[in-house]
């Protein structure tokens, strides 16, 4: 009787196993990273286009506002992906997790760190190496290209994936408000504080201290916990959600539309009645304000349902699946299109207007995009 007990509770495990690692690839989770792809693009497009003395707020707002998800979406997908087909009832095995994580991150990361420091070295004329106190700097924070501190914050949280996988673990709804409550306090105090600010700037220059804080939004995984942990707890509960997700299309779709007129009203309300420049709002009504946290969220759900369930035309669904395949690559090398473009309109003696701005868009995603498909068309052999 104890054998045959043993023998089907091996056999539920295994099966448990089985399933768990049969779990089928979703296509959602694919066209989220091609859209946010766009969205960070969208964002470093609109950060040329804040050079001009008068930018349209409203393409500013589709540039800068509307696209702020995109980011903090990442890590939501990030974490959904690692979680979905994870068995928590089997061990952890942290070395050869990492050992496959640094392979996809982290080597890529010193290697275009490296890249961007070489090509702005020679571009703009600076040194060709920087001192080694500096060159610590820019490895630890990511600060060898604008956007590269995506990459370092990713690494924090896969060394860190024993603690996510202890609190996905042990996460109930009322222990994940009060961590949406804790993000919520945390985010506004890291963005907002005078007195942090303050502090930071009494400490000593050169400190390791004062690196480090100065530098928080570059690595400093609390600002985005929550969203990491959100994404984890729904890939283990990913029946209930996808049920959840297909009953309730309109909440998901009304709420998403209020997140983000909420963050579009705190934006305009910057700029009308507190009088900042269109630069100072964007700098303000970022995705770790509040109303931004709340559209992050919003967003993640709205695009997963809309991309899970809903109908979408077939030339949509490749369209989205090319740009979600490639948007590592778009992600990593966009900045290079960016600088080559920007001079190039120089060169022809325009300025970032309206119109200049949507073109230099589309043309800086397309460049981009082409070029990966290219190398892989000639080169199969190397995927990333």
Sequence with gaps: MVKAVQVQSACTQFNSALLTKMKPWLNSIE??????????????????????????VHLVALFEIVS?????????????????????????????FLRRRFKAVL???LLWSALYLLHDNLFYGYALLP????AAEIFLFGLAKYHLYFLVILIWFYLLMPLWIFLVRHMTPA?????????????????????????????????????????????LVLHYVFVFVLGGVLAVHSQKFFAWCEGHKKIISATFLIALITLLAYYYFLLDVRKFSPLAAVNTAHQLSPPGIFYTIAASIFLFTLFQFGKLPAPLKNFLSVLGKNSYFVYLAHPLTITYLSLGLGKLGQVMTAPNALIFYAVTVTLTLSFKLLYQKFFPTFRR
């Design 131 to 134: 001192a080694p106190e500096y």
């Design 175 to 219: 222990k994940l408000f009060l961590l949406l409550a804790a993000q919520i306090l945390f985010d506004y105090w890291s963005s907002y504080s005078v007195w942090l600010w303050q502090f930071v700037n009494a400490l000593p220059d050169g400190s390791f201290l004062k690196m480090c804080l100065q530098w928080r939004l570059n690595w």
């Design 107 to 109: 080597v890529p990361y």
């Design 31 to 56: 066209y989220i990273r091609g859209v946010s792809m766009l969205g960070v693009v969208a964002i470093h497009v609109g950060s040329q286009y804040l050079m001009n003395p008068t930018p349209n």
């Design 68 to 96: 702020r998800f995109s980011v903090p979406i990442f890590f939501f997908v990030s974490a959904f992906g690692l979680f979905y087909r994870m068995d928590l009832s089997e061990p952890f095995e942290y070395g050869k």
